[in-house]
Structures are given as structure tokens and as C-alpha cells.
């Protein structure tokens, strides 16, 4: 996971992604097919349906772009149209100059423009995207404009998107002339679990990330498909979620471990969360070493953020990292404390930073408060057991 690039995710999924960078599958081409299809039919009207986030605004841009070199075309959005804003954005999409017309002579000049288009055998085409969320009164509009004519053939290609129902629109009351048209439909179905990791690995990679198997790997991509059922929209935004989870893992250092083991077989594993810690034969140290030739209260971990540091605590046979007789240390990643028997392998251990380095160096006045704070904590620790026995 290229952690570094905290906005690959909006690169490759989000509103940064690369303009008309399009993954094919299935139900897509299926769909250019259907619209290709039904606007070069007399009749001339297609509707495309699926919920929020199939594919269908991606869909009809790529097909639009198409039509665009021999026809006019108007891409509108539905969510609340009304009928003045409906006829200004085609009019203006047409390149058809407006200015401050009443509605009768924006009607007039869209019904002239219309019509001569499709009298060179050049109809434009209309697409309303969200069509199901438009007023009612811009849906009459839009009856009216599925009337229109010339020379005996419909003047105006029409295609209409939204959600599931949205082959019920043309029955609905005021619709008749759409009706008559006899509109095809499509409905569009979800990627597949095959399709949906050639989908995230693909933009991935046009994003520039790199090593897309490795941050898309099979397992998971097969549970980002199952939680977006395969949609486009919602693919997109778990791919940004795991994306974002995956970045903020390797953003924090791994927790500090230490592994205990005895004649080499592991016998107990301490994850290092807390503050200090006090490896000893009594029942009271928080890394229990059952060994004749570890003391009571052997040794002590502080942990720190940028080190963690071994001290001695007057032990009896002393203690060894590297096989080197230390009073205190600085434990990096893979030393081995070696107690009696055992040995305390450090894992993940932080690099020391500079000023660490200058306290620990500086003098023993740390290490004297610990051991006193230490002897305090354990005795109280030790009257509050004998008091509950």
C-alpha cells in the first residue's frame, strides 16, 4: 500500500479521478449497445435504469460523446427540473442564443431548431438524466417535445435515466405522446466479483498506484463486491474507505512485542502498551520468568514512544542483551535478553530519537526515580493482595 499518497484513493475513485477514464464490463457495453440501438430506430426513445451509483451518468456521457461529431445533444439534469431551466439547457447546449426570452420564444426557437436538424437527417438528441425526479409539469414539457415532428418522422432522440420505475414513466398522466413512441429499456446489472477487480486494480493503476494485486489482493476484492453489490458508485466509495484504513494501519508503528522462550520453544508473548514493565520471578512482575537464576524483581522495561530502555535492577546474576552484560540499554528491534535459561526477544522495537538519546545518556536520575516509583507501586500491588487472601 503506497502509503505516502494519502489522496490515491480520490485519485483513482473519488472526484479527483482522471476525466473519461472508463472501466468496461459487461452490463456497460451491453448498455452502449441498447442505446445505440434504440435511437437509430424510428421510434427513437430509450430509457436506462438503475439505482444510485450503476453506472447510468457514465454510461450516457461516453455515449453521447459519440453522437456529439454528427448531431447536436443536450445532457440535462432531472433532480427538480422545471420546464424554463429544461428548455434554457438545451437551448444553450445547442448553441442556440437565448438571452432574456419569454418561455413562447424559447419554445418557438427550440421547436425551429429541432426541426431543421431533423430535416437534414441530423435529430438531436435529449438526454435527462434523473428523469424520474423532475417536476411534472417538466415532464409534460417533455411529452410535448416527444410530439414534435418533421416531414412525418420524430424530430427529437430522446433518452431518459433513473432508478428502478422508471418504465413506468411514459403511462404516467400527460405522458401520451412519449407513450406512443414506444420506448426500448434496459435495466443495468452489477458488476461481477471478476469484473469489480478488474475494475479497482484498473483505475488503480490509472491513478498511478502501483502494485494494484497487492492493495487490491483477491480476498479483498471479493468482500469490497460484496458490500457494494457490485455497483460502480458504492464500489468506489468502499474502495476509498479500504484505501483509507489501509493508509492509517501503516500511518502507526507497529505495537512493541516481546517473545520468551526457553531452550528455544516460545512460552509466552507480551505486546508492550504500557508504560513500564518488570520482568522477575515473583508473582507480582508483568513478565514472569520461572528461572533459579532470574531474581524476584530482575529487570525493568520502560517503553517509550522513540525507545524502549532495559534497566537493571541490582540483580543477583546480572542481565545480558547480545550476550553483553548491561546495567542499562536501549533495545532495538531483534536484540535478545538473555535471563538463566531464557531468552526476551524485542520485536517492533521504535527508533530512538536524539532527545531520548540525550536524557538517557545525561544521567541516572530517571532510572533512581523509576525504581523508587516502581518499589512503592509493587509494595501497595502486594499489601492489596494479602488483604484480599
Not at 50 to 78: F, N
Not at 126 to 155: F, M, P, Q
Not at 205 to 233: M, N, Q, T, Y
Request: hydrophobic fraction near 40%.
Amino acid at each position: 500500500m503506497q502509503a505516502h499518497d494519502s489522496s490515491l484513493g480520490s485519485k483513482a475513485f473519488g472526484k479527483h479521478a482522471k476525466a473519461g477514464f472508463i472501466v468496461a464490463y459487461q452490463s456497460h457495453q451491453d448498455a452502449l449497445r441498447f442505446l445505440s440501438s434504440a435511437l437509430s430506430q424510428a421510434n427513437g426513445v430509450a430509457l436506462l435504469q438503475g439505482p444510485t451509483g450503476s453506472g447510468k451518468t457514465t454510461i450516457i456521457k461516453e455515449q453521447l460523446a459519440w453522437y456529439s461529431r454528427d448531431a447536436a445533444v443536450a445532457l440535462v439534469d432531472g433532480m427538480h427540473l422545471r420546464p424554463r431551466r429544461l428548455l434554457t439547457d438545451m437551448l444553450s447546449q445547442f448553441g442556440v442564443q437565448t438571452a432574456d426570452d419569454h418561455d413562447e420564444q424559447l419554445l418557438h426557437k427550440l421547436n425551429n431548431f429541432v426541426t431543421e436538424q431533423a430535416r437534414f437527417a441530423r435529430p438531436p438528441v435529449l438526454v435527462i438524466d434523473n428523469a424520474d425526479h423532475a417536476t411534472a409539469s417538466a415532464r409534460r414539457l417533455l411529452n410535448w417535445l416527444a410530439a414534435l415532428e418533421s416531414r412525418g418522422k420524430y424530430a427529437l432522440r430522446i433518452v431518459l435515466t433513473g432508478k428502478e420505475g422508471l418504465s413506468s414513466l411514459p403511462r404516467q398522466d400527460g405522458m401520451r405522446d412519449l407513450a406512443r413512441r414506444h420506448p426500448a429499456m434496459y435495466s443495468l446489472n452489477p458488476l461481477s466479483e471478476r469484473e469489480a477487480m478488474n475494475y479497482l486494480r484498473a483505475r488503480l493503476i490509472a491513478a498511478g498506484g502501483k502494485h494494484s494485486e497487492e492493495v487490491f489482493p483477491l480476498d479483498v476484492c471479493e468482500r469490497l463486491h460484496e458490500l457494494s453489490c457490485g455497483w460502480p458508485g458504492a464500489l468506489n466509495r468502499r474502495a476509498i474507505e479500504a484505501m483509507a484504513n489501509m493508509t492509517a494501519l501503516e500511518s502507526h508503528p507497529p505495537i512493541p512485542r516481546v517473545i520468551v522462550t526457553r531452550d528455544g520453544e516460545i512460552v509466552a508473548e507480551y505486546a508492550l502498551t504500557e508504560r513500564q514493565y518488570v520482568i522477575g520471578r515473583a508473582e507480582i512482575a508483568d513478565i514472569l520468568i520461572e528461572d533459579p537464576y532470574v531474581s524476584k524483581m530482575h529487570a525493568m522495561l520502560q517503553v517509550y514512544a522513540n525507545a524502549i530502555v532495559l534497566l537493571d535492577l541490582n540483580s543477583t546474576n546480572g542481565t545480558t542483551v547480545n550476550s553483553r552484560i548491561v546495567v542499562k540499554s536501549v533495545l532495538q528491534s531483534d536484540d535478545v535478553i538473555s535471563l538463566g535459561r531464557h531468552r526476551l526477544k524485542v520485536e517492533n522495537a521504535p527508533a530512538i530519537s536524539d532527545e531520548m538519546d540525550e536524557v538517557i545518556k545525561a544521567s541516572d536520575t530517571v532510572t533512581m526515580e523509576s525504581l523508587e516509583d516502581l518499589r512503592r507501586s509493587r509494595a501497595r500491588r502486594a499489601i492489596k493482595m494479602l488483604k484480599h487472601r
